[in-house]
């Protein structure tokens, strides 16, 4: 199936069911949905980075260090999770993500806007991740990973800098990672 033809709920600003739409549209006309964001890590704490494939219909050819998507129509966000960290890492019967954090997540223009729950999974290498939906992969330790968000040639999807920002403040105990 085209993914832009995938059947989403469109939500409003408590993330109540409103509607359906097909992605495609959902993103063209801005319409609210339900996304899910899943942090991989390994046994030795690294963390999953990898540059999305330029066919992507959101945020073509950036960096990002979660893995995710939207949540399909009657899905669940704990659902979607397992799904997409399976089919993007690669790897079969991962076990269920934990979930930490919901947020509502809007671009600064305002013509992107999505419920987004963050999670994490433990993953041990090796990975074999889709090759439509992931152009470059590397396991990073939390200092990589750092120098190459502060530092200049990797362009990272702005959605998951939000979901990045709200964990470090959640792992720091603050109120503000969620709303």
């Known amino acids: 199936m085209n993914p832009a033809d995938e ?8 993330d109540e069911v409103t509607g359906q739409a097909p992605r495609g549209e959902a993103y063209a006309r801005g319409l609210r ?4 964001f899943v942090l991989a890590r390994d046994g030795e704490g690294r963390y999953f980075v990898h540059r ?3 066919v992507k219909l959101v945020f073509p050819s950036m960096y990002d260090m979660f893995v995710g998507g939207v949540v399909g129509a009657g899905e669940s966000y704990d659902e979607a999770a397992l799904r997409e960290a399976e089919e993007e890492l690669g790897v079969p019967g991962l076990p269920a993500p934990v979930p930490l954090f919901k947020f509502l997540y809007e671009s600064g223009d305002a013509t992107r806007t999505w419920w987004s729950y963050v999670y994490e999974v433990r993953c041990d290498p090796p990975v074999s991740p889709q090759p439509e939906e992931v152009a470059w992969h590397a396991f990073l330790t939390r200092a990589e990973l750092e120098r190459r968000l502060a530092g200049p040639g990797w362009e990272w999807v702005p959605d998951g800098l939000a979901a990045w920002e709200r964990l470090r403040a959640f792992r720091d105990g603050s109120t503000e990672s969620g709303r």
């Open 7 to 14: 059947i989403l709920d469109i939500v409003d600003e408590n």
């Open 52 to 54: 999305r494939t330029p």
């Open 33 to 36: 949905h339900r996304c899910v």
